[in-house]
């Protein structure tokens, strides 16, 4: 029997070495391996994002590709080719860089639309389909896509059907100065990632996503999430609020932090932790607010603190 607590505080903590003073974000990018989301994760360049799935997978002992996204990129460079060999006179199917456990699509908005859409059947249905054979991905598997918000040249804003298949979005943000100071202290000799060592395996990994989904969510928990999500929806300022699926993210990724914290039930205060990484990114805001500059991340805290949370006493 896998301690499921214990597994995921090993890889937090592993994964901690290289992003240093990141934690908090390390927490939610293993929150989403737990819950079997995918993860994009959004900021400026030179903040961590790559060391970010590295480290992740070699925490894990999984397989690791990179796909570097450009415009000039093909969908068959992302999902693969069928290859005629003369020899047995067959096809055979030469497997792309998305066949693999953990796979970075860095900087996913330099692609053209085409090429991104070759990442939807993958992300959702976990098996991808070319020139009409089905195939199925390995066991477990995770895209973790990267995007820079500053640079909009030369890029192509993801679609809402693609954003809505990232579980979460994670901004990793600048570390403070001591933390900077940290981390050229632990890189004097060499990067910390060449010391990190496989802490669980992919059974591991594979059992503690049937832990999660075991995790007791109220009928009361289960109503508060939804109504969180339908608020979003009718928000004054949101063009397009959160779809089932988010209410489904946020269910699921608050089993997995409830997990996290030792607790084999979920508690209101796991599912507003995890509401903006989880929501704010399916909002879409109606041209008035981005005329004013109103983030989607304000629309989901006005939501949180406008639904009742279950149990909690109403002022007289």
């Known amino acids: 029997m896998v301690d499921g607590n214990a597994k995921m505080r090993m890889i937090i903590d592993n994964v901690s070495r290289v992003l240093i003073g990141k934690r ?33 997978a070699k925490s894990i002992g999984c397989t690791f590709r990179r796909i570097q996204f450009t415009p000039d990129l093909l969908p068959s460079d992302v999902t693969g080719v069928s290859i005629y060999n003369q ?8 497997p792309g860089p998305i066949v693999a456990q953990i796979v970075l699509a860095d900087e996913i908005n330099r692609a053209t639309p085409k090429t991104q859409s070759a990442l939807l059947e993958s992300m959702e249905e976990r098996h991808l389909t070319v020139d009409g054979v089905t195939h199925w991905l390995p066991e477990p598997f995770m895209v973790m896509a990267t995007q820079n918000p500053i640079e909009y040249e030369g890029t192509f804003p993801l679609p809402e059907a693609q ?13 403070s100065q001591s933390e900077e100071v940290a981390v050229l202290d632990s890189q004097v000799l060499s990067h910390p990632i060449d010391a990190i060592e496989q802490v669980v395996d992919g059974q591991d990994l594979i059992e503690i996503h049937r832990l999660v989904r075991q995790v007791r969510v109220d009928p009361f ?22 779809s089932p699926r988010g209410s489904l993210s946020l269910f699921r990724t608050a089993q997995a932090s409830a997990l996290v914290s030792g607790k084999d039930y979920v508690i209101p205060d796991d599912v507003k932790a995890l509401a903006e990484s989880v929501l704010s990114h399916r909002v879409i805001m109606n041209p008035a607010a981005r005329v004013r500059n109103v983030q989607s991340t304000a629309v989901v805290q006005e939501v949180l603190r406008s639904v009742p949370v279950p149990g909690a006493r109403v002022p007289v």
């Open 163 to 175: 954003l809505d298949r990232f579980i979460m979005r994670i901004r990793l943000g600048y570390p």
């Open 24 to 56: 908090r974000e390390v927490e939610l990018a293993v929150v989403a391996l737990a819950s079997e989301g995918h993860i994009l994760v959004e900021d400026v360049p030179g903040v961590g994002k790559t060391m970010l799935a590295k480290s992740l």
């Open 221 to 242: 928990i289960r109503r508060y999430i939804v109504e969180i999500v339908a608020a979003t929806r009718s928000h004054p300022e949101a063009y397009l609020g959160a």
């Open 87 to 94: 020899k047995t006179e067959e096809f055979e199917f030469r």
